[in-house]
């Protein structure tokens, strides 16, 4: 779990210290910027379940070697590189990324007990929101006391460096009651693809729009009341909430289903608004929703490790990284509209809405299902009796 950490810690450096490269060093707007992080997340998405894949079927190393080797060249390369030929790269780059979020929950599956999976995957999404509070921050640091060579330099580095101890370390992804007997055939997409996973998925792409919509209408709310100054402060606070309410998922023995976490979740922003100022206030009213976060997000992991075969379990941990970072990649358009065309406050109300919309959808989907698969089974035990 340390390595991983490491492993995440630079991934999380990426966005700041990209924007901050295309507005100073390369003279062109946020808009611009905003398009290598777009092309960066969208390969992510698209390459997370093909790697997965590729892991299922010939093991951790061959990936992480060649994804290791294309972090590290992107990243040291990307200083020297021009505008038109960093948003070329900026694609292949994401969708070659190490993935280490989707590799640490594989190897967690592989090294926990089922009964004792939401205590780790707890402590997980705990040292994820640890990478957030330092890595963003490091990333700053870096390129605006130092230089852009040296810091996305130094972000390959620690990319090749980190992919080097992984392929060293070679964890196991799978346990041993799992290892499939040689020649057994990978079970068909149609029979873990199901209903419930996607639903899941759904619910984990509206748990990351509500979350960086959160996040983007705070930056937006204090700004409006000049209050830039406490950003720092107060996203630490709502990481802290985070991980506090991650340690309690992760110690008591039952814990709410991810669908109610969710929608929990969502329905806290909603009223966020109401309170955004002064700063300290609106610091606190974002304190109860942030509780949740870790908590969804680690019931997120356990469903899909326990509705996906051992055998496809990369290719499902692909998936979930795939809806989350779509996720991600809605919620701030989405909302960064709504607060354009009315105000920082409603971007609370727009980042809540829409996660529950996608919750939604996704709980409704499963209850339907089910409720059509009932009868077919009642009628198969019947048969069988």
């Known amino acids: 779990m340390a390595l991983m950490f490491f492993a995440r810690l630079p991934m999380t450096m990426t966005g700041v210290t990209l924007t901050l490269y295309v507005v100073t060093d390369l003279g062109h707007g946020y808009g611009a910027a905003g398009v290598v992080g777009a092309a960066t997340t969208l390969g992510m998405a698209l390459g997370a379940p093909l790697l ?6 010939y093991g951790l190393r061959p990936v992480v070697g060649v994804c290791g080797v294309a972090s590290t060249a992107f990243w040291v390369a990307a200083p020297h590189l021009s505008y038109a030929v960093l948003v070329a790269c900026a694609l292949p780059a994401g969708f070659l990324s190490v993935p280490a979020g989707s590799l640490a929950r594989q190897i967690l599956a592989a090294l926990v007990p089922a009964e004792h999976r939401r205590a780790a995957y707890s402590l997980d999404t705990i040292l994820v929101e640890a990478s957030f509070m330092i890595g963003p921050a490091a990333g700053i640091a870096a390129i605006t006391s130092l230089s852009a060579t040296f810091t996305l330099s130094g972000i390959g580095v620690l990319f090749g460096g980190t992919a080097l101890l992984i392929f060293l370390l070679n964890p196991p992804i799978r346990n041993e009651d799992e290892l499939a007997p040689a020649g057994s055939v990978r079970p068909p997409l149609r029979s873990w693809l199901t209903g419930r996973l996607l639903a899941t998925l759904l619910v984990a792409a509206g748990a990351l729009f509500c979350l960086v919509g959160t996040e983007v209408a705070t930056l937006a709310v204090l700004r409006s009341h000049g209050d830039v100054g406490w950003t720092g ?23 709410l289903p991810q669908g109610v976490l969710m929608l929990l979740l969502a329905a806290l922003v909603l009223p966020v608004g109401l309170a955004d100022q002064p700063w300290w206030l609106l610091m606190l009213v974002l304190i109860p929703t942030n509780l949740l976060c870790a908590p969804t997000l680690a019931a997120t992991t356990e469903t899909v490790s326990a509705i996906a075969p051992p055998a496809v379990r990369g290719e499902a941990m692909g998936l979930q990284d795939a809806s989350t970072r779509l996720g991600l990649a809605a919620g701030s358009p989405v909302v960064g509209f709504a607060i354009d065309h009315s105000s920082p406050a409603w971007g609370f109300v727009a980042a809540g809405a829409g996660g529950l919309v996608l919750a939604a959808a996704g709980l409704v989907w499963t209850h339907r299902r089910r409720a059509a698969t009932a009868p077919a089974m009642a009628a198969a035990v019947q048969a069988r009796r």
């Open 52 to 57: 997965g894949r590729t892991i299922d079927r």
């Open 233 to 255: 402060l107060v996203i630490a606070v709502m990481c802290a909430a985070s991980m506090l309410g991650g340690i309690v998922h992760g110690a008591v023995k039952k814990s």
